[in-house]
C-alpha cells in the first residue's frame, strides 16, 4: 500500500511532465513522443545499473523512481497509436521511421545508460 | 495549459498503481516464463484500449483526456527497452523474441482496437 502510494505521487509528475512536453510541443508530437520514450529507457536502465551492485537503493525509492517516475513519463500505448495513426493517413513512409527511430534509439540509449550505471557505481568504489 | 498537464498527470498517477497492481498479479500467473509476459500483456492490453478510444472519442473530450491519460501512464516504453536490456544479458534469443513480439503484437493490439 505505502509503495502505491509513493507510485501515484511520483507518477503523478512523470505524467505532468509529459502533458507538459507534449503540451508544449516543440518540433512536432511524434519527435515529443520519441524523445521522452528513449530518455526514459536511458534513465531507467541507468537506475537498474546503479541498483544491480553494492549500490543499496531502499525498494521504496526504488519503486517511486522507476515505476512510477518514469514508468508515468514514457508510455508504450500512445508510440503504437501513433504509429497505426500515421499508416492511416497512408504515411507508410513516416510510420516506419517513427517506429524504427523510436525502437533503435530506445534500446541503445537503454544500453547506454545500464552501462552508464553500472560504471557509475565502479568509480565511486574505486575512490 | 495547467489544467491539461494536471489531468495528464493524474491520468498516469492513476495508470502507473494500476500497472504495479498488475504485474504483481500477472507475475503470480507467469512466474518463471522465458520472457516478460507480464509487461507484454500490460503493453498489448492498454494499446488495444487507446486505438479504440482514439477512434471512438473525440480527442477534445474531457472524457478521453482522462482515459488516454490513464492508459498512457498503465503502458510503458522504459520497462520494456530496459527489461530487453536485462533479457539481453542472459539470452540473446529471448531478448530479441520479446522485443520483436512487443512491437508486433501492441501494433496490432492497437489496429484492432482503432477499428473494434
Excluded at chain 2, 61 to 82: D, E, K, P, R, V
Amino acid at each position: 500500500m505505502r509503495k502505491a502510494i509513493f507510485i501515484f505521487i511520483f507518477a503523478f509528475i512523470g505524467g505532468a511532465v509529459r502533458g507538459l512536453l507534449s503540451y508544449l510541443n516543440v518540433v512536432n508530437i511524434f519527435v515529443t513522443i520519441a524523445l521522452i520514450n528513449i530518455l526514459g529507457s536511458f534513465l531507467l536502465a541507468f537506475i537498474t545499473g546503479l541498483s544491480t551492485k553494492s549500490m543499496k537503493i531502499p525498494s521504496d525509492v526504488l519503486v517511486a523512481i522507476s515505476t512510477g517516475l518514469i514508468g508515468g513519463f514514457t508510455t508504450f500505448s500512445t508510440f503504437s497509436v501513433q504509429f497505426i495513426n500515421l499508416l492511416e493517413h497512408h504515411e507508410i513512409g513516416l510510420a516506419f521511421t517513427y517506429l524504427i527511430f523510436s525502437l533503435g534509439l530506445g534500446l541503445i540509449s537503454a544500453v547506454i545508460g545500464y552501462d552508464a550505471g553500472c560504471k557509475f557505481l565502479n568509480k565511486k568504489e574505486a575512490k | 495549459m495547467f489544467e491539461y498537464v494536471f489531468i495528464v498527470g493524474l491520468g498516469a498517477a492513476i495508470g502507473s498503481v494500476i500497472r504495479y497492481i498488475a504485474t504483481i498479479l500477472l507475475n503470480r500467473l507467469f512466474a518463471n516464463h522465458l520472457i516478460p509476459v507480464s509487461t507484454i500483456i500490460i503493453n498489448v492490453t492498454g494499446s488495444f484500449i487507446l486505438g479504440w478510444l482514439t477512434n471512438n472519442l473525440s480527442n477534445s473530450h474531457f472524457a478521453f483526456i482522462l482515459m488516454s491519460s490513464i492508459i498512457g501512464g498503465y503502458t510503458t516504453f522504459s520497462t520494456y527497452m530496459n527489461e530487453t536490456v536485462q533479457l539481453y544479458r542472459s539470452n540473446k534469443i529471448h531478448a530479441l523474441s520479446y522485443y520483436l513480439s512487443t512491437v508486433v503484437l501492441g501494433v496490432l493490439a492497437a489496429t484492432l482496437g482503432f477499428y473494434f
